[in-house]
């Protein structure tokens, strides 16, 4: 199951403003999408009128998602949360010494004992899912921070998260950990993988084939410095790899632009899953494949993620590529006489592309083609 933390995580990302408009627009867009849990922002004396109204528009709309709040573990903090109506609460406790020591100013016992109180606290007041994630896990005595999950689900939490603030585990090591967490604790594992040496969406997903039951993502990846695991990616994993068909793929591009231009953060022409390019081919060896069969060289579909595929004519592009041009502009002729007439257009093609620096435009391409063949009419009688 993903948990969407884009109005959470992804709003913390520096220069990212959402206004409330686009944030209705965006859960609108996760619930079509088949969101499991929309994580709706940070509770806060500046945010709660916002949230509050977030949660209250919701309301007819989440039948099939969860929706939740994150909290600082404070006593008051839930308390607010619980006032709010929502039916989960992600209440975040550092687990590493040096976060313990510094932000909160505890010793580990005094630690243990504020996240029981914390958590008895958010029970008493109503809160019927409680998710208590582990901050900095990754450069925390391990044995610690089981002995503070297993405070957590004493007290009364569903869910453990474990979180990589700062992006240092590999999937191997996220793999161990999970299967160790698995083993210690009976409640509900989810992971929150940050994007720092780029292992956020790898990581995400080998947790998930490791048997945690819950992974953070943001649309776009969007969080803190680098990010964290990115909802197009996770999602398209479990789509096509694990058979996750209620995620209704055909609208995740849209739904990632809407969050690049609220955010003004482009997509890469290369960003998996949506990126504008990640279907277009120029070389000869592909487009001779894709011609055969497209799936001998892409992993899915263009269409099943609302995308197109594009063929280019460039200066890597052979006698596939130009033949594939050929059938596009003069359908009526036979695959005979277009082998033949690709032949000579090769070199042409080839050397108009080195000269622009790019591959060809379809104006271009028509050009050179009207310019070779000034009567279309004689084209198959060469």
């Known amino acids: 199951m993903l948990i969407d933390t884009t109005l959470r995580e992804g709003e913390q990302k520096f220069g990212v403003y959402f206004d409330l408009e686009t944030k209705k627009q965006i859960i609108n ?3 079509e999408f088949g969101i499991e849990e929309i994580e709706l922002g940070v509770i806060g004396p500046d945010e709660n009128k916002e949230i509050s109204e977030l949660i209250h528009w919701t309301e007819t709309l989440t039948q099939k998602t969860n929706r939740s709040i994150w909290s600082p573990c404070k006593t008051e903090y839930v308390k607010l949360v619980a006032k709010l109506g929502v039916e989960r609460i992600n209440i975040g406790v550092p687990v590493s010494d040096n976060h313990i020591s510094k932000r909160l100013k505890l010793s580990r016992a005094g630690l243990l004992e504020r996240l029981h109180q914390v958590v008895k606290a958010a029970q008493d007041a109503g809160l019927s899912y409680i998710s208590v994630g582990l901050e900095d896990l990754c450069r925390a005595d391990l044995s610690f921070a089981l002995e503070v999950a297993r405070t957590a689900v004493t007290s009364g939490a569903k869910r453990i998260r474990l979180s990589d603030t700062v992006g240092l585990l590999s999937p191997i090591e996220i793999a ?4 160790k967490f698995k ?3 009976s409640c509900h594992l ?26 953070d993502v943001s649309i776009l990846g969007l969080g803190e410095r680098a990010g964290i695991a990115a909802l197009e990616e996770v999602a398209a994993y479990l789509y096509f790899r694990k058979k996750a068909v209620h995620y209704n793929m055909p609208i995740v591009r849209d739904l990632c632009t ?21 279907f277009a081919c120029e070389s000869g060896l592909h487009i001779h494949g894709i011609n055969i069969d497209p799936m001998l060289f892409e992993p899915f579909a263009p269409e099943t993620v609302g995308a197109k ?8 592009s052979g006698r596939a590529a130009v033949m594939s041009a050929l059938k596009r502009f003069y359908p009526s002729c036979s695959s005979h006489c277009l082998e033949q ?21 379809e104006a271009e391409i028509r050009g050179l083609l009207q310019a070779e063949f000034k009567n279309p009419a004689q084209i198959c009688h060469r």
């Open 341 to 361: 007439l690709s032949s000579s257009l090769v070199s042409t093609v080839r050397s108009l592309a080195r000269k622009q620096g790019r591959p060809l435009t």
């Open 183 to 185: 083993n210690a604790l």
């Open 309 to 316: 595929r594009k063929i280019g004519l460039g200066k890597k």
């Open 176 to 179: 161990d950990l999970v299967r």
């Open 29 to 31: 867009g996760l619930i």
């Open 258 to 278: 809407l969050v690049s231009k609220a955010a003004k953060i482009p997509i890469s022409e290369s960003k998996p899953i949506v990126g504008k390019s990640i």
């Open 190 to 215: 989810a992971v929150h993988c940050h994007n720092d040496f780029a292992q956020g969406t790898a990581n995400a997903i080998t947790a998930i084939l490791g048997g945690a039951e819950f992974v």
